[in-house]
């Protein structure tokens, strides 16, 4: 035989590019931003950067991480705007009040809103007249009868309220996020009946042009009259991906796309400057084959970036500037610079150099959420993609074959990268696992060759004055629009058969999501080949499992607690027995399309805890207390559903028994004399409604007695009114508690006294919103009289009340202390960020 030939060695898997010396520093400058917000939280970033190997030669000492931090921190708190300290008298007012000021951003919002911010504003009405609004106003139009364009000078009628509210532990902070623009104060106002006036147009000639190209290509989608959901849904798809604008979409669409992870491709981030600029270098290819000679001038790669520039740079117009095009434009720009200076992968210094420069002109960018996860998701691409592509060398396929695997599994291999860097964010931020990556190998390529070139073309050629153009436009418009109808038509089909996955998962604290970032940027060194880092995964593992062990200690205490969240104007109680169970009493409810089940009431339940339930109770079938358990039970374990027999009507009330028979929930009614036993000597008593009482309003309310070892602990009445509560108390039932959650909100029509003195409470808290004055003066005093503590969440936020396992009295903690200082004392009556 032959001597065997020898095979040529395998070439080793090229490694992810390691970080320069500089650019641990820019990450230690982030970790000192984020710390003016969360101390420990950047503390324990800048120690994660401390333990990692740092790169060599010149490597940055720890000296500089820390100078990093330092430097960031003071960037972030010299950006942070301060809390007003003057306010106008009026705006604690509550009445509705003449606004005037000028349009600094259009946002569009699902289902046709408009968020409108208000630069230079003024307020009248009241004891004011023309009084400056502290920073800018927040001014949500609902059924717009004109679109603003920035610049506009606007008039408004409105109620004026902080930006506070939904004040729970574990949520978001909706006023420090308002705050980070800054933004202070709301306003809410109809188009449609006449409470928005245009008083000047803009004098912004490039917005003008916008918002003009922006209507011609919105009448040219407009769907027609009886088009169906998906139909609608495409149509307003297409207007996305050009300009941002997701007014076209319902809340249903959008929850829709983002179940089947494809959220980002609504995002206008990296992805879509990609395709954009992989537009400009198939005009280079073009031109190269039209003209040869070309590339002896310029090669290609250079007049590829050549060619996109421009093309970028309108999108991002297009876009309006958002942070994430922001990033993806100054990511394509350092990209090209270093291409130009022979850098082979430039995609991590590009992207460390767009976000230093991003963060250098505005460092309180770092907070934003879509830019946090656009970083991560390239991040993630660049580490995670070396082994990907030494596999793609060694697989043996004829080349068509080979390229069509290729290309397929590199669009599946890099949603897999970016999901997983960005899943610790995600939880956090919206408790949601979508495993789908899969239909983005559907639908990125014709998103990518075919919808979004139509979609700019037919853009591009709209506005031009041959008619043979105009009418291209028009048709490439509509072709693209059909393709994304195509996709939710497509999706419609694979959730009718529940073939998309999507699941609740436990909300990780920051520690959590600090460990799994260690621990993911371990393995990516790890893969790179470089020293191990021990030090530094051991530490991601340690604050990955720290707050699990923490919180199952305090599981084991035997307390008892009940919460009262702030779910604004509506109700939600929520009972943590030992041993990590919970249960809720309603999940609140407020008008339009804002999911309270899902962003407030789920995101409590969530935090650091799994998405389990031991019971959820219904008091009443008003939309104010059930309309968020049609998101909790469709996304929760729930083991039981209790309600009062009373079934709510329209859409919320077919959502709950959609839920509750998909997820296969036992659903039961009680009436007075059940009792829920909740083991260790907890009982929950059930004292209203009885028989012949009508279960359809507040009369039929469930009025429940949390007792423990014979001992009233709470009593929670729904919104039973003034003549059910005495009736109550007339009949002799045991009603003594500790804490009285008001009835009705706190309405002056709903507490007795006779029910006062059989309660006899010592805390007393009130589950209202700023639309109307709960709880009433008049009940206050007279809870204050009986030497009852009153609290109220639309100023206290979320109320913890803890009922000691050892005895003793309850421990009533509101979430949001009172401001001591004068200025930001005036500021929290004024409903301000708290």
Known sequence: MGARRKRPPREAPRAAPPLLPWQPCLLAGVAGILAVAAPAAGLCGLLLLALFPRPAPGRPRLLLLALGFGLGFAAGFLAMPRLPRQVPSCLASGKPLDIVGRVG??????????????????????????APVPGRLLLTVDAPAFRPVPGDRLAATGRVRGTGGFDNPGGQDFAFLRRLDGIFFRAYARGDRGQVALLAPSGDAWAVRREALRQAVAARLAPPEGADAPARAGRAMALALVFGDVSGFSQADLDLVRRASLSHTLALSGMNISYVAAMGAALAWGLGRLRPGVFLRLPRPYLSLVLAAPLVV????????????YRAAFMFGCCALLVFAGRQVPVLDGLFLALGLMLAAMPLVAFDARLQLSALAVAGIVAFWPPFAAWGKRIGLPRPARLLVLGLGGVLWTSLCAEAAVMPLI???????????????AWLPPLGLVVTPLALVGTALLPLPVPLARELGGQALLLAAWCCEGLMRALAFLDARDWLFTTAVLRPAWPEVLGCLGLLAGLAVTLAGGRRPVAAMLASLGLLVGPTLWRSASDLSGDVRLTVLDVGQGQSTVLSLPGGRRIVVDAGGLYGDFDVGRAVVGAFLADGRPPRLEAALASHPHADHVKGFVSLLDRFAVGAFYDNGGAPEGQIGRGIATALARRGIPHAALAAGDRLDLGRGLVLEVLHPGEGDDRSGNGGSLVLRLTRDGRGLAVVPGDAERGVLTRLAASGAQLSAEVLVLPHHGSATALSRRFLAAVSPVVAVASCGDVWAFPAAKVEALLARHGCRVFATRRDGAVTVTFPAAGGPPVAEPRLAHAKADGESSFALAGGAR
């Open 105 to 130: 951003a259009v946002d569009g919002r699902p289902g046709g809103r408009l968020a409108v911010e208000l630069e230079e504003a003024t307020v009248s009405g009241g004891e004011c007249r023309d």
């Open 314 to 325: 309108g999108y991002c117009w297009l876009g309006g500037y958002s942070p994430s095009l």
């Open 427 to 441: 939880a956090r931020l919206y408790g949601d696992f979508n495993g789908n990556p899969w239909i983005n190998v």
